[in-house]
């Protein structure tokens, strides 16, 4: 791979696009430098390759993962591709080609650099998935359940099945502030759409009520006895609290006192 | 009384009871609302640092008894409220669609008797599961003296049941709940694991046969109000593990709830949280990392080490297990090892496969070498530049533990020197 050229990859930041930078990487005998979106200001110095995605040609680079490395390097890789670590899209590129010089061993092999960065970041990933599935908040408005989250990684597709098995009767929509994306969920279909903004309505009285009920209730059960703040911090980090009923305040009522 | 003003007296009533876990049972769809996960869920973390993972409430704290480490007895001046079934159902769906909770844990002090108290806890999970049609966690408590066929009905409803031991001795027991008596406690322990094990058995060859507790039992236990050692509590908690298949032992600090002349005084009791907390990493070493209490104490050492934790205490003492090599080492034994946990030694075993690891690899994998660095070693070599000294490994191993530990004083531990 040493007599590789070197280019800058431009491709739409999806999916498929991604999995198709790979298989052009193949086909012209070409490693990437770097990976960008069409939007973004960066100059590089390297000649720029243009991408577009092509159905086909990532669902092959896809089932190769499972054949020529191992069917748990599909999962890391979708899901790594998910995650917020920095240049992750190299990284990724960069574990496929040994993937597919190394083969099934490349998985099992947790000491290596490159498995273990990506692990961790996928690691992190399902992680604030998981504390999203408690945190995640819901406001009734006119029957529909509206939940607004703000993520690092991008957890959304993680984080939908358990929320349409949750409330597979029920109507919802989860928006993630950061990735600025929706999801839209009513009995029997869902759609994860981009989406610039989002504003909720008002809430009303029953929904007001539920969220008065909810707070007597959280401070009704820490014992003051045992307050401990750093303890709290540990298990619910502060970056949280923001979109969590029971640290908000409702207009009309007393501010709520809190460290 | 206001729905408002009931919850807080009843949430505040059902706050000293530790167990608050959403765990062991995975349940998808039933055509309903809710799921439950296998590993649960926390939903929030009051003041205090506990998770807040189900609604848990007392249905009443009227109570006829007069146990006298507890809020809700008798002769206690508290304000008292009892919920209406519906009431109950109706906050229970509320909170849950907005993903405030992931279910109940219902309580309740014993008004009547335990069969009417038993009775209208059936009747508001039976309306919340076939009415609601709710399929969230459950987590129930069996009242002892209740009759069985009535605890039965209650695990069928329910995903966990737990009976509360109470108090880490009969004699304890005798002196503070005087209504309460040890077998009347056992007893349906042993009732809740033989449905469990015959609910399975049915399970396992029809699949639509009802299910009795399905997420298994705990318990729960108040340390530092009476005189027992941590040898004592861990070797009771071991027994109940064993003989009852418990799925969680859980301890409760005592708190200066009370002014009985028989419990520690108020004045200037600290609740002996340090205690608490070494008690649970104790616990832990028990389920997960195939300890048996008598390994980590004996007549000698009655108590656990305020210093250091239980695991790098036996680890302390016993020297001559250890370097282990890593790679070569079985699994038992590289969870003996301080700074390697669960994860880190399946991780271990796998990476093992690939070539030998290096403590650089090790650190990769998440082990915590600060810790580790004293009891391995990679390919037959010590890590660079490390003397190992056992008076030098105490030290530091305390040193890595204080800033941690910076809210307790470990004097709490000496508490029961003049009373015991």
Same mark, same amino acid.
């Given at each position: 791979?040493a007599?590789?050229?070197?280019?800058?990859?431009?491709?739409?930041?999806?999916?498929?696009?991604?999995?198709? &930078?790979?298989?052009e990487?193949y086909?012209?005998?070409e490693a990437p430098? &770097?990976?960008a979106?069409?939007?973004?200001?960066?100059?590089?110095?390297w000649?720029?390759?243009?991408?577009?995605?092509h159905e086909?040609h990532?669902?092959?680079?896809?089932?190769?993962?499972?054949?020529?490395?191992?069917?748990?390097?599909?999962?890391?890789v979708?899901?790594?591709?998910?995650t &917020?670590?920095?240049?992750?899209?190299?990284w990724l590129?960069?574990?496929?080609?040994?993937?597919?010089?190394?083969?099934g061993?490349?998985l099992?092999?947790?000491?290596?650099?490159?498995?273990?960065?990506?692990?961790k970041?996928?690691?992190q990933?399902n992680?604030?998935?998981h504390?999203y599935?408690?945190f995640?908040?819901?406001?009734?408005?006119s029957?529909?359940l509206?939940?607004?989250?703000?993520?690092?990684?991008?957890?959304?597709p993680?984080?939908?099945?358990?929320? &349409?098995?949750?409330f597979?009767?029920?109507?919802?929509?989860?928006?993630?502030?950061?990735?600025?994306e929706?999801l839209?969920?009513?009995?029997?279909?869902w759609?994860?759409?981009?989406?610039?903004?989002?504003?909720?309505?008002?809430?009303g009285?029953?929904?007001?009520?539920?969220?008065r009920l909810?707070?007597?209730?959280?401070?009704a059960?820490?014992i003051?006895d045992?307050?401990?703040?750093?303890?709290r911090?540990?298990?619910?980090?502060?970056?949280?609290?923001?979109?969590?009923?029971?640290?908000?305040?409702?207009?009309?009522e007393?501010?709520?006192?809190?460290? | 009384?206001?729905?408002?003003?009931?919850?807080?007296?009843?949430?505040?009533?059902?706050?000293?009871?530790?167990?608050?876990?959403?765990?062991?049972?995975?349940?998808g769809?039933?055509?309903?609302?809710?799921?439950?996960?296998?590993?649960?869920?926390?939903?929030?973390?009051?003041?205090?640092?506990?998770?807040?993972t189900?609604?848990?409430?007392l249905?009443?704290?009227?109570?006829?008894?007069?146990?006298?480490?507890?809020v809700n007895?008798?002769?206690?001046?508290?304000?008292?409220a009892?919920?209406?079934?519906?009431?109950?159902?109706?906050?229970?769906?509320?909170f849950?669609?907005?993903?405030?909770?992931?279910?109940?844990?219902?309580s309740?002090a014993v008004?009547?008797?335990?069969?009417?108290?038993?009775?209208?806890?059936?009747?508001?999970?039976r309306?919340?599961?076939?009415?609601?049609?709710f399929?969230?966690y459950?987590?129930?408590k069996?009242i002892?003296?209740?009759d069985?066929?009535?605890?039965?009905?209650?695990?069928?409803?329910?995903?966990?049941?737990?009976?509360?031991?109470?108090l880490?001795?009969?004699a304890?027991?005798?002196?503070?709940?005087p209504?309460?008596?040890?077998c009347a406690?056992?007893?349906?322990?042993?009732?809740?694991?033989?449905?469990?094990q015959v609910? /399975?058995?049915?399970v396992?060859?029809?699949?639509?046969?009802? /299910?009795?507790?399905?997420?298994?039992?705990s318990?729960?236990?108040?340390?530092?109000?009476?005189?027992?050692?941590?040898?004592?509590i861990?070797?009771?908690?071991?027994?109940?593990?064993?003989?009852?298949?418990l799925?969680?032992v859980?301890?409760?600090?005592?708190?200066?709830?009370?002014?009985?002349?028989?419990?520690?005084?108020r004045?200037?009791?600290?609740?002996?949280?340090? /205690?608490?907390?070494?008690?649970?990493?104790a616990?832990?070493?028990?389920?997960?990392y195939h300890?048996r209490?008598?390994?980590?104490?004996d007549e000698?050492?009655?108590?656990?080490s305020?210093?250091?934790?239980?695991?790098?205490?036996w680890?302390?003492?016993?020297?001559?297990?250890?370097?282990?090599e890593?790679n070569?080492?079985?699994?038992?034994?590289?969870?003996?090892?301080?700074?390697?946990?669960?994860?880190?030694?399946?991780r271990?075993?796998?990476?093992?496969?690939?070539?030998?690891?290096t403590f650089?690899g090790?650190?990769?994998?998440?082990?915590?070498?600060?810790?580790?660095?004293?009891?391995?070693t990679?390919?037959?070599?010590?890590?660079?530049?490390?003397?190992?000294?056992?008076?030098?490994?105490?030290?530091?191993?305390?040193?890595?533990?204080?800033?941690?530990?910076?809210?307790?004083?470990?004097?709490?531990?000496?508490?029961?020197?003049?009373?015991?």
């Open positions: 791979m007599d590789w050229t070197t280019v800058a990859y431009v491709y739409d930041g999806g999916f498929s696009g991604f999995l198709t &930078c790979v298989y990487s086909v012209h005998r430098a &770097c990976f979106a069409p939007e973004d200001p960066r100059v590089t110095l000649p720029e390759r243009r991408v577009e995605a086909a990532a669902r092959r680079v896809y089932r190769s993962l499972g054949e020529k490395i191992a069917p748990g390097a599909r999962a890391l979708a899901r790594g591709f998910l &917020c670590l920095p240049e992750r899209e190299l590129w960069r574990f496929i080609q040994a993937g597919y010089r190394r083969g061993a490349m099992q092999d947790l000491a290596d650099p490159l498995v273990s960065t990506l692990n970041a996928v690691y990933l992680h604030e998935a504390m599935t408690g995640v908040r819901f406001s009734e408005q029957g529909v509206v939940a607004e989250i703000a993520p690092k990684n991008r957890v959304l993680v984080l939908r099945p358990h929320f &349409c098995t949750r597979s009767r029920e109507t919802f929509v989860i928006y993630d502030r950061t990735y600025r929706a839209f969920y009513q009995p029997g279909r759609a994860i759409v981009p989406l610039a903004e989002f504003r909720a309505a008002a809430p009285e029953t929904e007001l009520d539920f969220r909810w707070r007597r209730f959280y401070d059960i820490a003051q045992r307050v401990n703040p750093k303890l911090m540990n298990n619910m980090p502060k970056r949280y609290w923001r979109l969590m009923t029971e640290f908000q305040t409702d207009p009309g007393p501010p709520r006192a809190l460290p | 009384m206001e729905l408002m003003e009931k919850l807080e007296v009843l949430a505040d009533a059902a706050k000293y009871d530790a167990a608050c876990t959403s765990s062991g049972l995975h349940r769809n039933r055509g309903g609302i809710g799921t439950t996960t296998m590993a649960g869920c926390c939903h929030s973390f009051s003041a205090d640092g506990r998770c807040v189900l609604l848990k409430v249905l009443t704290n009227r109570c006829v008894y007069d146990c006298q480490y507890c007895r008798r002769s206690n001046d508290v304000r008292r009892a919920f209406t079934p519906r009431e109950l159902c109706e906050l229970t769906m509320g849950y669609r907005r993903n405030y909770i992931e279910g109940l844990f219902l309740s008004w009547g008797s335990p069969d009417d108290t038993t009775e209208r806890m059936i009747e508001t999970l309306l919340l599961r076939e009415e609601y049609n399929w969230g459950i987590h129930a069996a002892p003296g209740a069985p066929l009535l605890t039965r009905r209650l695990g069928l409803l329910a995903d966990r049941l737990s009976v509360n031991i109470e880490p001795s009969e304890s027991l005798r002196l503070l709940a209504d309460k008596e040890k406690i056992l007893r349906p322990m042993a009732q809740i694991r033989d449905g469990i609910s /399975r058995q049915e396992a060859r029809y699949r639509h046969a009802p /299910r009795f507790a399905p997420a298994g039992q318990t729960q236990m108040i340390i530092g109000a009476t005189p027992e050692s941590d040898r004592h861990l070797t009771l908690t071991q027994g109940l593990y064993d003989k009852y298949r799925k969680r859980f301890y409760s600090a005592y708190l200066p709830v009370s002014d009985s002349g028989l419990l520690p005084a004045q200037g009791f600290q609740p002996p949280l340090l /205690r608490e907390h070494r008690l649970y990493q616990d832990w070493l028990l389920r997960f300890y209490a008598e390994e980590l104490l000698a050492h009655p108590d656990l305020p210093l250091v934790d239980p695991k790098c205490s680890a302390l003492n016993h020297m001559e297990f250890f370097p282990v890593v070569t080492a079985e699994y038992e034994a590289l969870l003996r090892v301080p700074g390697v946990g669960v994860t880190s030694a399946r271990i075993l796998t990476a093992r496969r690939c070539g030998s690891l650089e090790l650190k990769r994998l998440g082990v915590v070498l600060k810790r580790a660095q004293y009891f391995l990679c390919s037959g070599r010590r890590m660079e530049g490390l003397r190992v000294r056992e008076d030098g490994v105490l030290r530091h191993l305390v040193a890595l533990e204080r800033p941690m530990l910076a809210q307790e004083a470990p004097e709490q531990l000496t508490l029961f020197d003049n009373t015991g």
